[in-house]
């Protein structure tokens, strides 16, 4: 598009390197532009086809129903795919120059002259006619969706601040787990921008601004979608000669483009159009209100025009036999109904925000007999006052400014007037000259935004708020307590390791591992759990015993997904070292029921299985040894996969035949009470009891199962012969806690026996089992079920409130009740609210007020939030009572 009315572009084709771009098409197509052919192009058609011989005059026209802006825009298609055809023998210079002439003339509407043309020429035309129509159309939707996706945000800001709309939803869009759609985050971002400092938003719940960021976040995806294949299209070069099969091809492929479009652009349309008439409901002038309706019902497209757009081109998509054409011409007309929609909420909610004062405007200019001199002073003062606006308040201003400049009263006689609505609406015209330079400062005025240059943290990882802290504090104290309570000791571990320490470890998840880089002469990678690390630093120390407990974070090179980070806590619990047979699994499955019910998250089910029962099945199975780990990894997935997915892994990746893999089929679907389908699994026909392996394997398992049963809680475990756990350090029992309420989080705590992982660091061979706790979904399960829940982020208990400007005595009195072990904050300040609302909003407790009459009396009043109670009392004493209150030894 041009930049301004006062020159219009010159937009070169056929040079070296030269592409058209939509934007191109669309400037050429409103006569925004003119069209000029490189000379080196029309030299290479003059070169090919100087003998072509001429056929008689040939009429070319393209279909009736397009408008003049398609049909232009098709023209300048097809003048570029001539152009692509140069070298070709019997494309002469006279057609491209013809349709250069045509383009630039000027006429509001464009037809050729019958002309004499060769054979090719004709058979190029005829070929390329559907196509230049499509690409045209589509470059005209590009172009014009992708102004609309910037312009509509701008409208919903405004609407936001007119019907004081709660706008809660744009926050923490992005949980950095990569699971939010990056186009929703995105728009988020930009209407944050928007509304940046704003204090028109307020606290009403509107369905037509929640849904603004799955909304205009599925326009801008759709946008990008055509962009990026309009781009291709109106530069490849098309075969000529190919006809039907090549035409067919090409509007198929548009119309898979162009439909996921139009039903963006129909929620688009509907959402808008709500917003639009809450903003007529927010006029606080009634005549101005009146009057704006009245415009509205009349120049606004309707619902019903909006919902027979699109059903028009749904119904052009299911009829058998397609006109492509129309289906193109129809998705840029719902295009256009879509824009006036969104116009018009631009409209009233700048009436709804600047109404009053555009009716101030008119009385005083009435009072002035018509003269504008106050007005213009007063309009001179607030230009210097607005210079450092932002976000919607600049955007306001930018539009009062350029409506101004059109010199058109906003109010007559009648009410509003009709030609400053239509100025407005030329504002937000795609075709008026100006436009660009709107859209532009737009664009200017969200990227120039301090929020937009403001860091990032990488996907998968989070920043923790207050709140959110104040949960995870409370859940690693009640962990730490809890591995205490079995007499483990803390240990640290570094965050990095040398690579060859974690290399072989952990089976297929290796590739997760986070290698660092080279600092003099050693490869080192961030440890991907806390168990490789333990194992490590008993046997560096040589213990033959050890009983610990880590809380750590942990990476790994994953893709971030709901509930899966890159960067997380694990809460560890090891018993290394020889014990009574299966005591140390016992009690490690005895801490994590304990763990769970004590963080009250709700229902939950461990599952658990052992490794050498897994190995006898697939043995049983026909599995050769050396694909056991292999086929374990594949068999972890089931949780989150179909068997037949699986299946299909096993098969056609791993090598096993369709027997062997049906087979496992039927042994993983086993699952049931522990000591039930123990029974059943031991009986004497079935073969797990003549496996070797698997044989060992039930009866530690029979062990196991009966003291849990002792211990009162075997009701939380699962016997499951799907569970494997991909890891390839695990010997003996294996298992894995599951959420069962509403959060769908995935496994909240793993482990199992991993008898040779220490030897493998050289030494003797110590056994060992662990147990690590998902502490990330665990916080997830609580932060939700807190979530309607006044979370304290302190542990305040009293605010020093000093009436006045008086630090030094609120230092003095803080520190004496700091220095009691007293929890406290202090504020000074003269207004009473603003202690009141301190101790409000942090949950404080206790206040200790002093104001002058406190000072002049040696006293201060001590306030009980919860009864709204308070007494006054002596200077001397309030540290005593305090600690008398607040339960303190003394």
């Given amino acids: 598009m041009a930049d301004g009315a006062a020159e219009v572009s010159v937009i070169t084709f056929g040079g070296k390197g030269s592409s058209l771009s939509s934007s191109s098409v669309y400037a050429i197509a409103n006569g925004l532009a003119k069209v000029r052919i490189d000379s080196s192009a029309l030299d290479r058609l003059a070169s090919s086809s100087s003998d072509a011989p001429l056929l008689q005059r040939h009429q070319f026209t393209f279909p009736d129903l397009l408008t003049v802006e398609e049909c232009r825009a098709s023209f300048v298609v097809l003048l570029n795919k001539l152009l692509l055809l140069s070298g070709s023998p019997g494309i002469r210079t006279d057609l491209p120059v013809h349709i250069a002439e045509a383009l630039n003339s000027g006429l509001k509407t464009i037809r050729f002259d019958s002309l004499d043309l060769t054979e090719r020429e004709v058979l190029a ?280 400049s059109k010199e058109e009263d906003a109010i007559d006689n009648l009410g509003l007037s009709h030609k400053w609505i239509d100025s407005f609406l030329s504002l937000l015209d795609p075709k008026d000259p100006d436009f660009d330079g709107l859209l532009n400062k737009i664009k200017e005025i969200v990227e120039s935004n301090e929020t937009r240059r403001l860091p990032k943290i990488p996907k998968g990882t989070r920043d923790f708020a207050k709140e959110q802290m104040a949960i995870r504090k409370k859940a690693f104290s009640i962990i730490e307590e809890v591995f205490e309570r079995h007499g483990a000791t803390a240990l640290d571990t570094p965050a990095f390791e040398l690579r060859e320490t974690l290399m072989g470890k952990y089976g297929e998840d290796s590739k997760l591992i986070y290698d660092l880089a080279d600092q003099g002469g050693e490869l080192c990678s961030l440890r991907y759990d806390l168990t490789v690390p333990f194992a490590r630093y008993v046997a560096m120390n040589g213990f033959s015993s050890f009983k610990r407990y880590q809380i750590g974070k942990v990476y790994r090179r994953d893709n971030p997904s709901k509930g899966r980070f890159r960067e997380f806590y694990q809460c560890d619990f090891d018993i290394a070292g020889q014990y009574e047979h299966m005591g140390p699994d016992f009690e490690i499955i005895k801490i994590l029921t304990e763990l769970l019910d004590e963080l009250s998250i709700g229902d939950y089910e461990i599952k658990l299985n052992h490794r050498l029962l897994l190995d006898g099945m697939l043995e049983i199975c026909g599995v050769p040894p050396e694909k056991f780990r292999t086929i374990c990894s594949s068999i972890d997935k089931l949780d989150k996969q179909k068997f037949e997915e699986i299946k299909r892994e096993m098969v056609e990746e791993k090598g096993l035949t369709v027997e062997t893999a049906d087979r496992i089929g039927t042994y993983v679907k086993e699952r049931g009470s522990p000591l039930v389908l123990l029974n059943a699994l031991k009986q004497e026909d079935r073969e797990f009891i003549k496996n070797e392996a698997s044989k060992k394997a039930l009866d530690d398992l029979e062990i196991l199962f009966k003291a849990l049963e002792k211990s009162k809680c075997i009701d939380k475990v699962v016997f499951d012969l799907s569970l494997a756990r991909g890891l390839d350090y695990y010997t003996g029992m294996i298992f894995e806690a599951v959420f069962k309420g509403g959060t769908q989080v995935g496994s909240i705590a793993a482990g199992g026996r991993y008898d040779n992982l220490i030897k493998m660091f050289g030494g003797k061979e110590v056994p060992a089992v662990g147990v690590s706790l998902g502490i990330e979904r665990v916080f997830t399960i609580m932060e939700l079920q807190l979530k309607k829940q006044k979370i304290r982020a302190t542990k305040t208990e009293v605010l020093v409130s000093i009436l006045g400007d008086d630090l030094l005595e609120a230092a003095e009195l803080a520190s004496l009740l700091w220095n009691a072990g007293i929890k406290a904050e202090y504020l000074v300040n003269k207004r009473i609210s603003k202690h009141f609302d301190r101790a409000t909003e942090s949950g404080i407790p206790w206040m200790i007020i002093v104001g002058e009459r406190e000072r002049k009396e040696g006293i201060v009043k001590l306030k009980d939030l919860s009864t709204k109670s308070e007494e006054d009392i002596s200077r001397s004493r309030i540290v005593e009572e305090l600690r008398k209150r607040l339960n303190l030894n003394p």
């Fill in 125 to 404: 035309l005829e070929t390329l006619k559907v196509p230049s129509v499509l690409y045209g159309i589509s470059a005209l939707s590009d172009q014009q969706s992708a102004a609309l996706s910037t312009v509509v945000d701008v409208a919903a800001a405004l609407s936001c601040e007119a019907s004081k709309a709660d706008i809660s939803v744009l926050n923490s869009m992005d949980s950095g787990d990569g699971y939010a759609e990056k186009e929703e985050v995105g728009v988020a971002s930009d209407m944050k921008v928007l509304l940046t400092g704003s204090n028109l938003v307020g606290k009403v719940e509107i369905e037509a601004v929640s849904n603004i960021p799955k909304i205009h976040g599925c326009l801008r995806e759709q946008t990008k979608s055509v962009h990026s294949k309009t781009r291709v299209d109106l530069n490849s070069v098309l075969g000529v000669g190919k006809g039907g099969p090549q035409i067919a091809a090409v509007a198929e492929a548009l119309q898979i483009t162009l439909q996921p479009l139009a039903a963006a652009l129909r929620n688009l349309g509907n959402s808008s159009l709500s917003r639009a008439k809450l903003n007529l409901d927010a006029v606080s002038v009634d005549d101005l209100r009146s009057s704006l309706v009245g415009l509205f019902n009349e120049k606004c497209p309707s619902a019903d025009s909006l919902r027979s757009g699109y059903k028009l081109v749904c119904q052009l998509v299911s009829e058998e036999e397609e006109n492509y054409v129309l289906f193109a011409h129809q998705v840029n007309v719902l295009l256009g109904i879509v824009w006036k929609i969104v116009a018009w909420e631009v409209i009233t909610a700048y009436i709804a925000l600047e109404g009053a004062k555009l009716n101030e405007k008119s009385e005083s200019a009435e009072i002035n007999g018509g003269g504008n001199v106050k007005v213009e002073r007063k309009r001179e003062k607030k230009k210097k006052k607005e210079v450092s606006l932002k976000g919607t308040r600049a955007i306001v201003q930018e539009i009062k400014e350029r409506l101004e």
